[in-house]
């Protein structure tokens, strides 16, 4: 029987570690977040009452089996001045099976289904009003996902404007796991929504999984400037209980100067540095490796099939 692998995030880092880690022999349960409010989501939740499907569309693409055209397809955004204009194709049809449905979890079931996915994909809820809020050092309030994003903020607290109601089948998920994940991705908008949900943390609680987490190779402006390795460890075990992160990957590739440079004058973004007597203070085992491609729109990713290659043998140990 293969082993349980509990992967949580949303946005585009949870894809890249997603679409190296389907291809090793675990049984992988990705559980997205859903408050995203900007672009084609952020549109098609206001039109329909419904939950963030972007994330999701997205995970699903990269966990799916199916030829690239067609994963190209549920990616494709229309370019026209219709109101279909910035739409993309994958979060149509998911909005149409959950109006047929009447839920997100069976919508995205089918999907699976029908782009061979064969790993499990959740959301973290079905709440439709989800919202996300932020409390940055000076004490302004900002409330949505895409406005936390664009104020470039440190935050004090992040929180639901509501209190979720967590998915059973995340919950028991989380339980059953022999392995839990917080992706590389924006600590604010992509990891933390799941983990400040009181459910969530309850559960992780109760887990005996190690939690690791894949860090990630720039900060993000605003919100993590001058963030170290430690730095982004010691965030998530703020909004944790008594569960605490206990192995973190992190890069150790040197990135060019050249590329450096051009991060930090068109993005504002730095490479995260590596703080080894922080982490140990912290009592978080390192796992430091050379991570860095370059993809072909020329930005820093991480290698999708080393990074499952170190996540598969950890597990083994």
Not at 123 to 138: H, N, Q, R, V, Y
Not at 152 to 178: G, M, S, T
Not at 200 to 209: F, M, P, R, T
Request: aromatic fraction near 6%.
């Amino acid at each position: 029987m293969y082993k349980k692998v509990l992967v949580m995030g949303g946005g585009t880092g949870i894809s890249y570690l997603l679409r190296g880690l389907k291809d090793f022999p675990v049984d992988i349960t990705a559980v997205i977040t859903v408050s995203d409010n900007g672009r084609s989501t952020g549109r098609l939740r206001e039109e329909f009452h419904t939950p963030a499907v972007g994330d999701i569309r997205k995970v699903i693409t990269n966990l799916s089996q199916i030829d690239d055209p067609i994963k190209k397809m549920m990616s494709y955004r229309f370019n026209t001045s219709s109101d279909l204009d910035g739409h993309a194709v994958g979060n149509l049809i998911l909005t149409a099976m959950l109006d047929i449905t009447g839920s997100l979890k069976d919508s995205v079931a089918y999907l699976s289904k029908l782009l061979d996915v064969r790993h499990t994909v959740l959301p973290i809820s079905e709440d439709s009003d989800l919202t996300l809020m932020g409390l940055d050092k000076d004490g302004n309030v900002i409330e949505g996902e895409e406005q936390i994003t664009e104020a470039h903020h440190q935050f004090e607290k992040i929180y639901y404007k509501h209190e979720p109601k967590v998915l059973k089948e995340v919950i028991d998920a989380i339980k059953e796991a022999d392995l839990i994940i917080f992706s590389m991705g924006s600590l604010y908008t992509s990891i933390l929504p799941n983990i400040i949900c009181k459910q969530v943390k309850k559960a992780l609680d109760e887990s005996k999984a190690p939690i690791m987490y894949t860090c990630n190779i720039v900060t993000q402006p605003g919100e993590t400037d001058n963030f170290t390795v430690g730095d982004h460890v010691e965030l998530l075990n703020k909004y944790l209980n008594n569960r605490k992160v206990d192995v973190v990957i992190a890069n150790g590739t040197k990135i060019s100067k050249e590329m450096a440079k051009r991060y930090a004058s068109e993005e504002q973004k730095d490479p995260v540095l590596v703080d080894k007597k922080k982490l140990e203070k912290l009592g978080v085992e390192l796992i430091e490796e050379d991570l860095v491609t370059i993809d072909t729109d020329n930005t820093l990713k991480h290698d999708s099939l080393k990074l499952s290659s170190i996540i598969f043998s950890y597990l083994l140990r």
